[in-house]
């Protein structure tokens, strides 16, 4: 019996030694695939930000410093010529001034209406609910380029050509809006909405006072997405006006792109009016991107 006790309690104390080199070759595969998952999402983020950083950068090198090292991020010497251009001998200001008019609207309008539709399809019964959302998945599939014929014949029909008008209603309602909406309300217990309507408050009231401060989460998202669409928006405005009084934007930068102002690349003025783009998108976004939806903000407990 001792001998086996002996042998047993031998036995015992040489598995100890053994496992610390297991252990650690068990922990260490995670922390290398770690690792290079790290260093692969590091190189993703190098190649994705690396063209914006270049753009940044040549808008504020000189011509010939743009066109014999485009791609340095470092200027040699530093300059706001191309700034001062834009601001002083262009139309940059007029067309700042239209994109941002055209963005406030649309997004107002299409928060508005898109919650209203999306209310609508997930509260509401009435006779072809269901065709009606069916249409708007179908309009998602449908690409935006070929509905610009028979929006500008719409639009020259309807008078609103060359308009504010023209710009700003057809922007007005979104597909993906209603969509995104009406999934979030679906989302919403309807006993949520039950209290208020024993106390005698109609659809409008229950819609305005009681669901849609719970849908804040889907709205944020709404209003990022509309805005960055109708600021970025340059094909309807293509159809839609004609009149360097109403360009956007997009419109002037791409004809700075094609050599308006002057001959040669001027990669400085058209790198400088991307750049410039590009703040009040990033500005939105930044602003609300904690409160971009996840779920709705809590019920009303009785």
Do not use: C
């Not at 009016?273 to 009040?280: Q, V």
């Amino acid at each position: 019996m001792s001998d086996r006790t002996l042998a047993r309690a031998a036995t015992l104390t040489e598995r100890p030694l053994d496992a610390p080199p297991g252990r650690r070759r068990v922990t260490r595969s995670p922390v290398v695939g770690q690792v290079l998952l790290y260093a692969m999402l590091a190189l993703l983020t190098i190649v994705y930000v690396y063209p914006f950083l270049v753009q940044v950068a040549t808008s504020f090198k000189s011509e010939q410093e743009a066109a014999s090292d485009p791609i340095s991020l470092l200027p040699q010497t530093v300059t706001f010529a191309a700034y001062e251009r834009l601001f002083l001998n262009s139309d940059f200001p007029l067309w700042f001034a239209n994109s941002a008019i055209v963005t406030i609207l649309v997004t107002f309008g299409r928060v508005f209406f898109v919650s209203l539709a999306g209310y609508a399809l997930a509260r509401l019964h009435f006779r072809g609910r269901g065709v009606i959302f069916a249409l708007v998945i179908a309009v998602m599939a449908v690409p935006s380029v070929v509905l610009l014929i028979p929006r500008f014949l719409v639009l020259n029909q309807l008078g609103m050509y060359d308009s504010y008008a023209g710009m700003v209603l057809p922007l007005l309602v979104d597909a993906a809006g209603v969509f995104i909406m009406k999934n979030f309300f679906e989302s919403i217990p309807p006993s949520v909405e039950e209290q208020a309507r024993i106390d005698g408050a109609g659809t409008f009231r229950v819609f305005w006072s009681v669901v849609l401060p719970m849908a804040r989460p889907a709205l944020v998202t709404i209003v990022i997405l509309s805005f960055q669409g109708s600021w970025n928006e340059l094909t309807h405005f293509i159809v839609s006006v004609q009149s360097p009084e109403l360009t956007t934007l997009t419109k002037g930068v791409a004809s700075l792109s094609s050599g308006q102002l002057s001959q040669g690349t001027q990669y400085p003025l058209k790198l400088a009016a991307a750049a410039l783009m590009t703040i009040p998108v990033a500005a939105v976004f930044f602003i609300f991107q904690k409160r971009i939806m996840n779920t709705s903000e809590g019920a009303v407990k009785g």
